[in-house]
């Protein structure tokens, strides 16, 4: 048995037994910090199908530090919940243990693989018992029916308010110690580490698993073709993202957004199809910044800049500016657009400031909103200001007075 008294809220010693108001410290905290935590409660509002404004109540009902007390036991929770009245109500929180067989079937996966087995004997849980779990075809964490509350206030209710907050705080328990989530299926965490040591200290036969086709090697595969060799499919007329991740969710222990997966997915296609088709190198010899440069390029004038921008640590502004010059010059662009004004021969200088009477520093001819940049490509670039920042404002070429129009 693990008896912990898990955060007890803003009651004062000497205060009403009634609740606090919703409000000040801790009525907006969240619940689960760690992967174990977050992984209870995905289950416990997505999968277990109990009541949302009833677990929305028992949440702001734990907020409140209304659990007063919370013990772990094999297949059971049990905690006194304060309510209105002076008097805690007890409450009960249950989920289905594994049976004997059904423990043997998950140690059986586990047992077979070494690293998992470490870390486990090492005292840590790591998230992929889930899957080996679903390999023995039990799921690790509750689903549907699997959560079973009681409690003794006038609410029927299921599950009633109170124990909606105990629910809750069962996450706090499986960010302090993850291993409360076997207990929850059956297994104390001694008896279970006892039970792999004694599989790996037999020295049985490993799990069997299904071998994988090796293949043939190409040069072999061509040599049994008969007839003329296939033509290769043509890529499409244009990109688009893999139809997998449109309609497949990463796996929950991931920690991969949705909408990352697609988006990057989709990046990588068109530069497949690049590849594929001819059409560019599918930008696999840029830097960092060119790359970062070139996703920029592709969400101008959307959210996902601003996001973009976030994630590199890098203002919008900034990454704006950079998206621009890719666009309109490419690798040659963003490095006249980002590099420091530098020393060149003024005598190289002399056909720029022809079409621009402006001051020179280094590289750069400035007159009032323009600017006209030498870089080290040899190719003359105009830059505008708009919103006090450079921009620039059109592709690159070797004669200035294109740029600005002039014959």
């Known amino acids: 048995m693990n008896e912990r008294t898990p955060w007890q809220g803003w009651r004062r010693e000497g205060e009403n037994a009634g609740l606090p108001a919703a409000k000040g410290a801790g009525s907006r905290r969240p619940f689960g910090a760690t992967w174990w935590g977050k992984a209870w409660l995905e289950a416990l509002e997505h999968r277990a199908r109990l009541d949302p404004n009833r677990l929305g109540r028992g949440r702001s009902y734990a907020?409140?530090?209304?659990?007063?007390?919370?013990?772990?036991?094999?297949?059971v929770v049990r905690a006194s919940v304060q309510g209105s009245r002076v008097t805690p109500y007890e409450v009960t929180v249950k989920i289905r243990a594994f049976d004997d067989a059904e423990w043997d079937a998950v140690l059986d996966v586990v047992s077979a693989q070494i690293g998992r087995v470490a870390a486990l004997l090492d005292g840590e849980l790591p998230p992929e018992l889930v899957d080996d779990a679903q390999a023995a075809g039990l799921e690790l964490l509750p689903g549907a029916g699997e959560v079973r509350t009681d409690c003794n206030c006038p609410d029927f209710a299921v599950p009633c308010k109170h124990s909606a907050a105990v629910c809750y705080l069962i996450a706090d328990a499986l960010d302090e110690a993850p291993f409360e989530l076997l207990l929850l299926r059956?297994?104390?965490?001694?008896?279970?580490?006892?039970?792999?040591?004694?599989?790996?200290?037999?020295?049985?036969?490993?799990?069997?698993?299904?071998?994988?086709?090796?293949?043939?090697?190409?040069?072999?595969?061509?040599?049994?073709?008969?007839?003329?060799?296939?033509?290769?499919?043509?890529?499409?007329?244009q990109p688009g993202a893999p139809t997998a991740v449109l309609v497949l969710e990463p796996p929950r222990q991931s920690g991969v957004d949705g909408k990352d997966l697609v988006a990057l997915a989709t990046d990588a296609a068109r530069r497949a199809w690049e590849l594929a088709s001819g059409d560019g190198d599918g930008g696999l010899g840029l830097t960092r910044d060119q790359d970062l440069a070139r996703r920029a390029a592709g969400l101008f004038g959307t959210p996902g800049l601003a996001d973009l921008a976030h994630r590199a640590g890098l203002t919008a502004r900034q990454l704006t500016s950079w998206a621009v010059a890719w666009r309109e010059g490419g690798a040659g662009g963003l490095a006249a657009a980002v590099e420091p004004a530098i020393d060149v021969d003024p005598q190289a200088m002399a056909e720029g400031l022809d079409t621009l009477d402006g001051v020179v520093e280094g590289n750069r001819i400035t007159a009032e909103r323009a600017q006209l940049r030498l870089a080290s490509d040899g190719l003359w670039y105009l830059f505008t200001k708009q919103?006090?920042?450079?921009?620039?404002?059109?592709?690159?070429?070797?004669?200035?007075?294109?740029?600005?129009?002039r014959p």
């Not at 907020?63 to 297949?75: A, E, Q, W």
């Not at 450079?390 to 294109?402: F, I, Q, R, Y």
Request: net charge positive; proline share 14%; charged share 20%.
């Open 63 to 75: 907020r409140r530090g209304s659990v007063l007390g919370l013990v772990v036991d094999p297949g």
């Open 186 to 237: 059956g297994r104390q965490k001694d008896e279970l580490l006892s039970a792999l040591r004694a599989r790996r200290s037999a020295g049985g036969e490993p799990l069997a698993l299904a071998p994988q086709p090796v293949g043939l090697v190409a040069k072999a595969a061509f040599a049994r073709v008969t007839g003329p060799i296939p033509v290769p499919v043509r890529p499409l007329n």
């Open 387 to 405: 919103f006090n920042d450079w921009m620039l404002s059109a592709p690159p070429s070797p004669d200035p007075a294109e740029l600005l129009g």
